[in-house]
């Protein structure tokens, strides 16, 4: 019997649809428990005892050949294990260590500005933000701002982030970055974005990100 998975989501999330396009390059199966973290079913006293102490999703449930079920957060640790040993993981030491870079890049520069407004502005709404987030939004959007444009640069003569296939690099960026409009940022000068996007999805076994 081999390894089940099941994610633990809320699916307007960038970073838990990373881990379902994961699994879905690879032809993994997997299933798909949804919260509303809106409504704050990640805080409940089951949640937060059995799936992550922490109160956030994504995580990955993984139910082992053993019979024991282990709980792996943050979103891309979980598509690293999912994609461990597959073409998503490049071969050569060079290009794992810049798959992370990138990954990195994804965590510190560009989820925390291009994601956290597209949530602000389409889920919580302008009108309800406090003073403080109001006072971020130009901030963080010339910071998201910038993460596109170092993209797009890179991107001007490649096809992918690292190496010349897709990887855990292209599928960290992915979502927040198809959903940019959301958070208004304005993708209309990235042509290389935007073809990237489009070969992103055209990947066999892709999966969209509504």
């Keep these: 019997m081999a390894e089940r998975y099941t994610l633990h989501e809320d699916p307007r999330s960038g970073n838990c649809f990373k881990i379902a396009l ?4 690879l032809g993994l199966p997997l299933e798909r ?22 109160g956030r999703i994504p995580v990955l449930q993984i139910d082992c050949e053993d019979g024991s079920t282990r709980f792996l957060p943050e979103s ?3 598509c690293w294990y999912l994609a461990d040993g597959s073409a998503l993981i490049p071969d050569d030491r060079f290009e794992r260590a810049d798959m992370l870079r990138w990954m990195f890049f994804e965590q510190y520069s560009h989820e925390p500005n291009v994601a956290t407004l597209r949530f602000w502005l389409r889920f919580v709404g302008k009108d309800k933000l406090s003073d403080h987030q109001r006072a971020q939004l130009m901030p963080k959007h010339l910071a998201g701002e910038e993460a596109l444009r170092v993209m797009n640069g890179h991107l001007a003569t490649r096809d992918w982030f690292v190496g010349n296939s897709i990887t855990l690099a292209d599928i960290a960026l992915y979502p927040y970055t198809s959903a940019a409009a959301e958070g208004g940022f304005d993708l ?6 935007r073809a990237w996007i489009e070969r992103v999805e055209a990947s066999k076994g892709a999966i969209a990100f509504d």
């Design 76 to 78: 891309n640790a979980a």
């Design 188 to 193: 209309s000068s990235c042509d290389a974005i």
């Design 33 to 54: 428990r949804q919260y509303d973290i809106m409504a704050g079913e990640t805080r409940t006293e089951e949640f937060l005892a059995r799936v992550n102490s922490n």
């Design 22 to 25: 994961t699994a879905a390059l």
